[in-house]
Nanobody, 115 residues
Framework: QVQLVESGGGLVLAEGSLRLSCTPS????????MAWYRQAPGKQRELVAR???????NYADSVKGRFTISRDIHKNAWYLQMNNLKPDDTAVYYCFANSYGLDYWGKGSLVTVSS
């Protein structure tokens, strides 16, 4: 069974940076959509950033200009570079993949931004 493994979360001061990484436990040869979602306390899970083939990206308005999603096909991994973090970015971040209609989720990585 494929699992997505996130890394890179943690505690950071406002205006700081973090980089999240996501890697499947086994190689997924064709990933149609790679994405990051987040869920803040008391709120619904929301899409943060998405990248599809061939490298078309979409971002939530709240993170445009601050966050960058990227992927490394050879490593079968994708990343979320988060700059100028704000306390409102505090959430559990989940990586997501879709491969031919099958959805895969990570268990989540907590990002806490302190003011």
């Amino acid at each position: 069974q494929v699992q997505l493994v996130e890394s890179g979360g943690g505690l950071v001061l406002a205006e700081g940076s973090l980089r999240l990484s996501c890697t499947p436990s086994v190689t997924i040869f064709i990933i149609n959509i790679m994405a990051w979602y987040r869920q803040a306390p008391g709120k619904q899970r929301e899409l943060v950033a998405r990248i599809t083939s061939p490298d078309d990206t979409n971002y939530a308005d709240s993170v445009k200009g601050r966050f960058t999603i990227s992927r490394d096909i050879h490593k079968n991994a994708w990343y979320l570079q988060m700059n100028n973090l704000k306390p409102d970015d505090t959430a559990v971040y989940y990586c997501f993949a879709n491969s031919y209609g099958l959805d895969y989720w990570g268990k989540g990585s907590l990002v806490t931004v302190s003011s």
